[in-house]
């Protein structure tokens, strides 16, 4: 079975990043996300970018990743829709982002987007998340709620069975 890592920053430990800090503060503890794929690659949006797909590690502690569960068919439509989004040239949406935080509703533009609005329908579009979540007012720290009783529990490896060993005697 495959899997979809949705990976949140938490800028605390940042040392710059005034803006992320105030989105956190917004809605803490969050104030960025990103899906990634089984094949590496990683989908969001920055402030004052388009939408990009590329490889990517998350090797910064600021990162937290949740592991979302899915099937061959739910991993196909969430990578498609992400490389539809990005082949469309979406950009990056202040006002989207400044309403969802001010739970004020800006008009939907459908060229601008924000990353927790980006990750909320990409998850949508593979049926991992219900259809009727408003992904226009999801802060990545909702999203984050929102996903986090779906991740996937790691489980600790099966013990060792012990097998006991006995010696056949034949007395015949």
């Given at each position: 079975?495959?899997?979809?890592?949705?990976?949140?920053?938490?800028?605390?430990?940042?040392?710059?990043?005034?803006?992320?800090?105030?989105?956190?503060?917004?809605?803490?503890p969050f104030c960025h996300v990103e899906v990634q794929f089984a094949y590496e690659c990683a989908c969001s949006i920055y402030m004052g970018s388009a939408v990009v797909l590329r490889k990517r590690t998350f090797d910064s502690p600021n990162y937290t990743c949740l592991r979302l569960p899915c099937n061959n068919v739910q991993h196909t439509l969430a990578a498609?829709?992400?490389?539809?989004?990005?082949?469309?040239?979406?950009?990056?949406?202040?006002?989207?982002?400044?309403?969802?935080?001010?739970?004020?509703?800006?008009?939907?533009?459908?060229?601008?987007?924000?990353?927790?609005?980006?990750?909320?329908?990409?998850?949508?579009?593979?049926?991992?998340?219900?259809?009727?979540?408003?992904?226009?007012?999801?802060?990545?720290?909702?999203?984050?709620?929102?996903?986090?009783?779906?991740?996937?529990?790691?489980?600790?490896?099966?013990?060792?069975?012990?097998?006991?060993?006995?010696?056949?005697?034949?007395?015949?």
């Amino acid at each position: 079975m495959k899997a979809l890592r949705v990976w949140f920053y938490d800028p605390t430990a940042d040392s710059e990043g005034l803006v992320n800090k105030l989105v956190a503060r917004l809605d803490p503890p969050f104030c960025h996300v990103e899906v990634q794929f089984a094949y590496e690659c990683a989908c969001s949006i920055y402030m004052g970018s388009a939408v990009v797909l590329r490889k990517r590690t998350f090797d910064s502690p600021n990162y937290t990743c949740l592991r979302l569960p899915c099937n061959n068919v739910q991993h196909t439509l969430a990578a498609g829709h992400a490389e539809h989004v990005h082949s469309r040239g979406l950009v990056f949406s202040s006002l989207q982002m400044t309403s969802c935080l001010l739970w004020t509703r800006a008009s939907t533009n459908t060229t601008h987007t924000f990353c927790s609005k980006l990750v909320t329908e990409i998850l949508q579009q593979a049926g991992l998340l219900e259809a009727d979540i408003d992904a226009q007012s999801t802060s990545p720290s909702a999203l984050h709620r929102l996903l986090a009783p779906l991740q996937e529990v790691a489980r600790p490896p099966p013990r060792p069975v012990a097998v006991q060993r006995t010696m056949a005697l034949d007395f015949r």
